[in-house]
């Protein structure tokens, strides 16, 4: 069965760190484009940061740049978001997914919340 797992997720005060992990199970993420997305109450889905597996590319939104790096351990067939200096408007619901050419993933989340 192919799932995605996220994990690392909770309450933390404003300026603080957490790593958020995503794990693949009855797949490689090995030629997958591997995103972080989040949704806060309210608002749309965003993307947050992705690793393209098969050249180690990155990507970041501008909210955080110099802030958030994403990682992988091919491994633990995991892709990590580390988040530091965080936000109260980091708090969302973040999400995994993986995609390629024929198939896309995602996640059930791991609700991130940044108190002031």
């Known amino acids: 069965e192919v799932q995605l797992v996220e994990s690392g997720g909770g309450l933390v005060q404003a300026g603080g760190s957490l790593r958020l992990s995503c794990a693949a199970s009855g797949f490689s993420f090995d030629d997958y484009a591997v995103a972080w997305f989040r949704q806060a109450p309210g608002k749309e889905r965003e993307g947050v940061s992705c690793?393209?597996?098969?050249?180690?590319?990155?990507y970041y939104a501008d909210s955080v740049k110099g802030r958030f790096t994403i990682s992988s351990d091919n491994a633990k067939n995991t892709v990590y978001l580390q988040m530091n200096s965080l936000k109260p408007e980091d708090t969302a619901v973040y999400y995994c997914n993986a995609e390629d050419a024929y198939s896309d993933y995602w996640g059930k989340g791991t609700l991130v919340t940044v108190s002031s």
């Open positions: 690793i393209n597996k098969r050249d180690g590319s990155t």
